[in-house]
T-cell receptor, first 108, second 112 residues
Framework: EDQVTQSPEALRLQEGESSSLNCSYT??????LFWYRQDPGKGPEFLFT???AGEEKEKERLKATLTKKESFLHITAPKPEDSATYLC?????????FGTGTSLTVIP | SQTIHQWPATLVQPVGSPLSLECTVE??????LYWYRQAAGRGLQLLFY??????ISSEVPQNLSASRPQDRQFILSSKKLLLSDSGFYLC???????????FGPGTRLTVT
């Protein structure tokens, strides 16, 4: 069964403490993997699209990478304003799935 | 630039009452449109998507329906709400089907 799993469910970091969020998938025929950021009570905000293994995208303190089985969202020297839920999603051409997200809290 | 609107922002409705949520997109033409529901503390569940006027695909059987009467208008409806319909409803649009979606501010629905 196709599945998208994000880990950890929640992550608390000190300001400046770098870490990574994981999105693993078991779908076949990946067309695209997407990362979104969601603040409480708001709609998700698009961050990145990755299309093939080996691809990397960067934006400010965030860097997304993709392998054949998983994607990582690396957060370098996070700040309190990076606190949010980070969602990944995958599209196979036939199906589209969102993961349940990682809730990130950055403590000043 | 493109803008997506949803209304109302919050809604409290009794069980058995009808529902109509509206979403409109400005600044683009022929967008792909989506309705999602997000239960408290959970991920997004795709409810419906539309690639064009009058074209609606339903992802899960449920008490809801969707319509797209105009190119940039997407409506989510129910004839009789259930308690389980409570949640955060999000509309989104994209150029390519399922690629790089841009979300509206959402509607918080509470069914009492």
């Amino acid at each position: 069964e196709d599945q998208v799993t994000q880990s950890p469910e929640a992550l608390r970091l000190q300001e400046g403490e770098s870490s990574s969020l994981n999105c693993s998938y078991t779908v076949s025929g990946l067309r695209g993997l997407f990362w979104y950021r969601q603040d409480p009570g708001k709609g998700p905000e698009f961050l990145f699209t990755l299309y093939s293994a080996g691809e990397e995208k960067e934006k400010e303190r965030l860097k997304a990478t993709l392998t054949k089985k998983e994607s990582f969202l690396h957060i370098t020297a996070p700040k309190p304003e990076d606190s949010a839920t980070y969602l990944c999603a995958v599209y196979t051409g036939n199906q589209f799935y969102f993961g349940t997200g990682t809730s990130l809290t950055v403590i000043p | 630039s493109q803008t997506i609107h949803q209304w109302p922002a919050t809604l409290v409705q009794p069980v058995g009452s009808p529902l109509s949520l509206e979403c409109t997109v400005e600044g683009t033409s022929n967008p792909n449109l989506y309705w999602y529901r997000q239960a408290a503390g959970r991920g997004l569940q795709l409810l419906f998507y539309s690639v064009g006027i009058g074209q609606i695909s339903s992802e899960v059987p449920q008490n809801l329906s969707a319509s797209r009467p105009q190119d940039r208008q997407f409506i989510l409806s129910s004839k009789k709400l259930l308690l389980s319909d409570s949640g955060f409803y999000l509309c989104a649009w994209s150029h390519g089907t399922f690629y790089e979606q841009y979300f509206g501010p959402g509607t918080r629905l509470t069914v009492t």
